[in-house]
């Protein structure tokens, strides 16, 4: 258990040599620039420069750029591969060629407008052919329409409630209209209309009155066939544009590299200006405040004195006041666990990391939940391929670390408890299953969930005298732990239990309310006391290891019985085979989750409730990780 020791660095150096202390601690990957609080502070703050903001929109534009020729990108990822590594040399070329990879992401922005204006042009296009289209037979040129020096004509819509007030009006004109049908659309009937003048108004009236539209192609010349084929033909042409752009994206997608190399190289800048700008500072010097992890105080020292020859630099502990940020440190084996405590919340500075104590317990509850040794087997071996492809590392690296022991306690649990693939003939180590004697296995998760409570009670004891609090580690702890270790006990009638029972019971009601003044010490003994009920509900949690086991072995049964069913003959054979895949991926896959949420679980509620202090920041330093690539830095060179 490790919370890495913090010292606050204090550097005064020369403007001068700014950028080369920023190169050097980034590439160490242990300083976290912070800034220095006080209102005479604030007068020596870097003033904004408005380079951050730049940079900030030139990387919102490579990352654009990368996602949008992605699918182009000839160099295939492949399956858990970790991020590549970058020298020196790669990063000084890709400053080099900064203005050539921008010029793609300009190009890149340039095709995406000429893209958006073709599909507008394209949307255009389109509705003047669907407007066009009711009237393609009609052999008429359009700029013929309208009046004429006897005669109007005219095409118009009808609805078909207005048909009948059309046919009837008509009737009465002076002059019988010529009514030419062209073509039924969408409930409507479409017509080509010659009036002559004298009936013209009374033409007008009835298109008004009964919702008749006349449509009006005077911007069209010849028939709308015609019309409708020159629109056709812009399409083509639109379409061949979109085609030659869609090439030349693709032609683009060769240099997706570059646009993440660029991408996260001037990520790496832009962290140096954030932190710059943390600096207090006049015309010729500049002041650098952060936090050093203790154990790299002295390369730190080592660096800065190789890199420069004017500054002043020291160290001291952080002050009572302050709160350093945490950061964990473990073994290598019990490192992705990590990752389970940072997922709840990062350990108090001052308090303690419980990742090496917990691990035993997580790997051990989540094989019981699992409890399928070909199931523990299968993700054992998945696991550890994972790990070997991500070096450890990463958030999915660290999680594929904590399948690979959960997986090794599934082997145990599941070969104790005879349970492969859910098969019910093989005999279990140790004499009884889940299913054929429940209350011995109910017993077994309850004992091993009260081992894990008594050991977060040893684990709080231990942080009071760590710090001195002898009473309380006593009082607090310690009777809790004869109390319940008593109760335990007392079940196998032991003489010895009942006297440890009753004597933390009597010291928690003496000492529970010694915090408290006059008849609030008696009260306040008594309420700790049925704090009792708390331990009962925390230890009934562990149940559910009972019942996740029993779950995973019930469903896997059910699949092999209906698996069984089908089998016989070739295609019942393969049926059979099928089924049994489909629901063993299933089983393995949905209890692997459920193993790991409810393993969680218990850590974070039942486990740290007992002695876990959070609310501490995680350590952030300046490093030369990327988020496509990671580039060289003492943390990742080949000799480091």
């Given amino acids: 258990m490790a919370i890495v020791e913090m010292q606050k660095m204090r ?37 904004e ?27 295939k990822k492949p399956l858990l591969a970790p991020k590549p590594v970058m020298s020196d040399d790669d990063l000084l070329a890709v400053q080099a060629s900064k203005s050539d990879v921008l010029e793609i992401v300009r190009r890149l922005e340039e095709i995406d407008r000429s893209v958006i204006e073709l599909r507008a042009r394209e949307t255009k296009e389109l509705q003047q052919i669907r407007r066009l289209a009711p009237w393609e037979t009609l052999d008429v040129p359009l700029e013929k329409l309208g009046q004429g020096e006897k005669h109007f004509s005219t095409l118009i819509v009808v609805p078909g409630k207005g048909m009948k007030a059309l046919e009837e009006g008509v009737a009465q004109f002076q002059v019988e209209p010529v009514l030419e049908k062209i073509t039924s659309w969408n409930g409507a009937e479409y017509f080509f209309v010659i009036v002559h003048n004298l009936d013209l108004e009374k033409f007008r009236e009835i298109v008004r009155e009964n919702a008749i539209s006349e449509e009006n192609f005077s911007e069209f010349q010849g028939t709308a066939e015609a019309a409708i084929d020159q629109f056709a033909g812009r399409l083509a042409r639109i379409e061949e544009v979109r085609r030659q752009l869609a090439r030349e994206v693709e032609s683009l997608g060769k240099r997706s590299q570059e646009l993440r190399l660029l991408r996260d190289a001037l990520q790496l800048e832009a962290n140096q200006i954030e932190a710059a700008g ?11 405040t952060a936090w050093v992890p203790k154990e790299r105080r002295e390369a730190v020292e080592k660096a800065i004195r190789h890199l420069i020859q004017d500054y002043s630099l020291e160290f001291r502990d952080p002050l009572e ?23 709840y919340s990062y350990p108090d500075p001052r308090g303690i990391d419980p990742t090496a104590v917990m691990m035993p ?21 998945l696991a550890a391929f994972a790990v070997y492809k991500l070096k450890g590392k990463g958030g999915t690296g660290a999680i594929a670390g904590v399948m690979v022991f959960g997986a090794i306690a599934t082997v145990f649990w599941g070969a104790m408890l005879g349970s492969w693939f859910g098969i019910e003939d093989i005999r279990p180590l140790i004499g009884f299953t889940p299913m054929s004697d429940p209350i011995k296995m109910m017993i077994l998760c309850l004992a091993l969930g009260a081992v894990q409570l008594l050991t977060g009670l040893c684990v709080a004891m231990y942080m009071n005298l760590k710090r001195h609090k002898v009473v309380d580690a006593i009082c607090d702890q310690g009777f809790w732990l004869l109390l319940l270790i008593g109760l335990g006990m007392f079940l196998l009638n032991s003489q010895v239990a009942m006297v440890m029972a009753i004597v933390g019971a009597g010291g928690i009601v003496v000492t529970g309310g010694r915090s408290k003044k006059g008849f609030g010490k008696i009260t306040g003994g008594l309420g700790s006391l049925y704090g009792i009920s708390s331990y009962i509900s925390d230890l009934l949690s562990y149940a559910r290891l009972f019942g996740m086991g029993l779950a995973t072995g019930v ?20 049926v059979a085979v099928i089924i049994l895949i489909i629901g063993h991926v299933f089983n393995l896959g949905i209890n692997v989750l459920g193993a790991y949420v409810h393993a969680c679980r218990l850590q974070y509620i039942e486990f740290f409730g007992k002695f876990y202090e959070d609310g501490g920041t995680p350590f952030k330093p300046l490093t030369t990780e990327g988020k496509y690539v990671d580039f060289e830095s003492d943390l990742n060179r080949p000799d480091a």
Avoid at 22 to 42: D, I, P, Y
Avoid at 50 to 75: C, H, N, T, V, Y
Avoid at 361 to 381: E, K, P, Q, R, T
């Fill in 555 to 574: 469903i896997a049964m059910v699949f092999n019985n209906v698996a069984n069913m089908f089998m016989g003959g070739v295609i019942g054979t393969v």
């Fill in 11 to 47: 550097l005064l150096a020369m403007k001068r040599d700014r950028v080369r202390i920023l190169n050097r601690l980034q590439k160490m990957g242990c300083v976290q620039v912070v800034e220095e609080s006080g209102e005479e502070a604030e007068e020596f703050r870097p003033r």
């Fill in 361 to 381: 317990f997580y790997a051990c509850f989540f094989g019981l939940m699992l409890s399928d040794a070909a199931y523990g087997i299968i993700l054992g071996v």
């Fill in 321 to 343: 006041e302050e709160k350093p940020p945490t950061e964990l440190h473990n073994r290598k084996a019990i490192r992705p666990f990590e990752s389970i405590v940072k997922l």
């Fill in 278 to 288: 943390r600096f207090l500072e006049t015309d010729s010097a500049f002041v650098l």
């Fill in 49 to 75: 420069s408005g380079k951050l903001e730049e940079i900030s929109k030139q990387i919102e534009r490579l990352e654009w750029a990368i996602q949008k020729i992605k699918a182009f990108d000839p160099i």
